[in-house]
């Protein structure tokens, strides 16, 4: 979760005032077969984390650019998620190259201020995601349980209040990291070198590795899932009742507001459900090392689940924009609007564009007055619905801006500009 995702098991000298690193990882590599070992740990991890680092950069970037780039996305959930990608953000650019050195040097190479800044801001980003999640569940909680508590004026201002307060939150919660988190000199295992580590708390009591993951199991895991999944029991139970006992007529708007308030929530649970899937096997073997003080697990089965463990928490923070565009038709449109983005000469007319809908081609064809529209196309070019991000009567205005945008999808977004967009 900190600095004890280095997996440093500790154990105290024969002589009482050193320590032993007893990480399986350099066990292994210490072994007959030690510099096999070392070069495909360090090959193989090395691609992970760049893999990881450049698609969560990617994904949460370009969800954050969306938000701030149109003023129609600034609803209460679009603000909560957009608050989820700028901490996973702060983990991919500072903790996971950070977590990626430690397989080309053998001790710690950042100095006491990193020692006591890296833990702060892992444990900080870990509780922005996790108590973001716990605000999203409670907003859907009431968008479908008591929609008549729903605050319209103000809404995005307080939203923001919330959204900072938990950043605020979390960076209080994380200040003991800074103030335990030490650099202190180890002896190596065979006892004759000696190296400098960083460590997440005092050495001098086996007691503190024990209180210090049971607390940020309970604290930043256990307690957050409860109280979401009691949100999301009451949601269910909602969304079943009013299943039955709706009546036979019901308006349109109605029904795509309901609609709509049940992607939203499928789309919060699945983020819920890929923080649970990422973090809990780091909880459960931090806290298994910290009952365990004084063992040492050198088994290739403990090695290749301390790996995927810490490989799983930090795909945590690439994860959520990916999801997102396959659940939200809204955040999918907007992300291929920015991406399919096409640039040409001022007074050039546009070139023909093809775009994939639903698994086929369909031809965009300029005409003498710009691009053709789907009215204007015969029946055999519109097989499927096809929307463009300008209309004919906006073409000569976009070439002469030098851009034109394509887009495809499901529904017309130019008739749903200035209303507020969700993620849905």
Request: glycine residues 6%; proline residues 5%.
């Amino acid at each position: 979760m900190n600095d004890i995702l280095l997996n440093l098991s500790l154990d105290r000298d024969s002589g009482g005032s050193d320590y032993h690193n007893f990480s399986e990882e350099e066990e292994w590599m210490m072994s007959g077969d030690g510099e096999t070992v070392n070069f495909v740990i360090r090959c193989v991890m090395t691609s992970v984390y760049i893999l990881i680092i450049t698609v969560g950069l990617l994904g949460n970037i370009t969800l954050v650019k969306i938000f701030v780039t149109n003023s129609a996305m600034r609803s209460v959930p679009n603000i909560f998620i957009s608050s989820l990608a700028a901490g996973d953000l702060l983990l991919l650019v500072t903790c996971v190259p950070v977590d990626a050195f430690r397989y080309f040097f053998e001790e710690w190479i950042f100095g006491v201020v990193a020692c006591k800044l890296i833990p702060v801001i892992q444990l900080t980003s870990v509780g922005v995601s996790v108590f973001t999640l716990t605000a999203l569940s409670a907003d859907r909680y009431k968008a479908i349980v008591n929609p008549m508590d729903i605050q319209t004026s103000g809404a995005v201002v307080w939203t923001c209040l919330k959204a900072v307060s938990i950043w605020l939150l979390s960076m209080l919660l994380a200040v003991p990291e800074a103030i335990f988190s030490q650099v202190v000199s180890m002896q190596g295992h065979s006892g004759n070198v000696t190296f400098v580590n960083c460590v997440p708390y005092p050495l001098s009591n086996q007691m503190h590795p024990k209180i210090h993951s049971v607390m940020i199991f309970l604290v930043y895991f256990l307690i957050p899932l409860g109280i979401i999944s009691v949100y999301y029991f009451h949601i269910a139970r909602t969304l079943v009742r009013s299943a039955h006992n709706m009546p036979g007529e019901v308006s349109e708007h109605t029904k795509r507001q309901m609609e709509t308030r049940k992607r939203l929530a499928k789309i919060v649970l699945v983020f819920v459900g890929l923080f649970a899937l990422c973090w809990f096997p780091n909880h459960v073997l931090y806290m298994y090392r910290s009952f365990h003080y004084q063992q040492m697990d050198l088994s290739l089965t403990h090695l290749v689940i301390s790996l995927l463990a810490r490989v799983l928490s930090f795909s945590s923070s690439c994860v959520n924009p990916f999801a997102l565009y396959l659940l939200s038709d809204s955040f999918r449109r907007h992300f291929n609007r920015k991406s399919g983005c096409v640039s040409v000469s001022p007074g050039q007319p546009a070139p023909a564009q093809h775009s994939v809908v639903r698994g086929r081609w369909s031809a965009e064809r300029p005409t003498a007055k710009g691009l053709a529209t789907p009215n204007t196309l015969p029946r055999v070019w519109r097989p499927f619905p096809i929307h463009y991000a300008l209309e004919a009567r906006g073409t000569r205005g976009a070439r002469d801006s030098g851009k034109v945008c394509m887009l495809a999808g499901d529904r017309g977004l130019h008739k749903g500009e200035g209303k507020k967009f969700n993620f849905s």
